[in-house]
């Protein structure tokens, strides 16, 4: 899978592709990751690529034309993979697992960063397939967005954690959350690890660690128990 990623501010991207899990997908081949300088396709020698809003409001917005081109151009990188365009941005529709589950089949992705009071609306209309928000408060950019996004869509690749399994039992993977967990010692200032867990029965630790999911689910986030009764984890209401 191939990650284009239209931004103001590539060194941002420095480091956090190069551990863990996303290092090693992108060792075995299963996704590439290009950054693309919006500022490379200014057009002035000072590389503007911002500029104040019609209207008078407060803040600068990124320029059309040369986010445009920043745009073509990582299409163009990757046309026979048939590349849609990501905008990151807080009207966006809420990023949870339905959303990863439905890019994770795409061959490529190219995602824009907005900056500073957001981009020009013309190029939403123009060049954006899907707009997506990691959450309803303000970030400074669009970079750590499309980290998030990058990351959680690589975690559900197949082949991309060592033992798939891992990734079935993480969080919202069934509609519940992720039951409580525990490593060596077995005694931890004072508290014990549930003797159920040392048991070596696996069909009742597979329940009580259900029984545990179906709890913290009900008791934290109601929402997410309400669809999950209904077997209905695929939409997406979100409050
Ligand atoms: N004026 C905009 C916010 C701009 S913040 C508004 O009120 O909606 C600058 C950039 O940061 C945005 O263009 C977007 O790319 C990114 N950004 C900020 N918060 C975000 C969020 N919650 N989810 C996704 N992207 C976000």
Redesign the pocket.
């Known amino acids: 899978m191939f990650f284009e990623i239209c931004t103001l501010f590539p060194s941002m991207f420095e480091g956090v592709f190069d551990d863990s899990i996303v290092k090693r997908s992108r060792e075995k081949g299963l996704i590439t990751i290009g950054i693309t300088d919006i500022r490379d396709f200014a057009a002035d020698r000072h590389r503007t690529a911002d500029d104040y809003p019609y209207g008078g409001s407060a803040?600068m917005l990124l320029k059309p034309e040369p986010l445009a081109k920043a745009i073509r151009a990582g299409t163009a990188k990757h046309a026979q993979y048939n590349p849609k365009t990501i905008?990151?941005?807080?009207?966006?529709e809420p990023l949870c697992h339905r959303v990863v589950e439905e890019l994770q089949p795409e061959e490529a992705l190219i995602i824009?960063?907005?900056?500073?009071?957001?981009?020009d609306e013309r190029i939403r209309q123009h060049y954006i397939d899907r707009e997506?928000?990691?959450?309803?408060?303000?970030?400074?950019?669009?970079e750590i967005?499309a980290m998030v996004l990058i990351d959680a869509i690589t975690r559900l690749l197949p082949e991309a954690i060592g033992c798939r399994d891992s990734a079935e039992k993480d969080s919202f993977y069934d509609g519940l959350l992720s039951p409580p967990q525990y490593t060596r010692p077995e005694e931890f200032e004072g508290l014990r690890v549930p003797e159920i867990l040392l048991s070596g029965h696996h069909a009742n630790i597979e329940r009580w660690q259900k029984d545990q999911a179906q709890a913290i689910t009900r008791k934290r986030r109601p929402d997410l128990w309400e669809r999950y009764q209904h077997k209905d984890i695929n939409t997406n209401d979100l409050p």
């Open positions: 803040g905008l990151m941005t807080p009207q966006g824009v960063c907005g900056r500073y009071k957001g981009i997506i928000s990691i959450g309803d408060y303000v970030l400074s950019g669009g967005p």
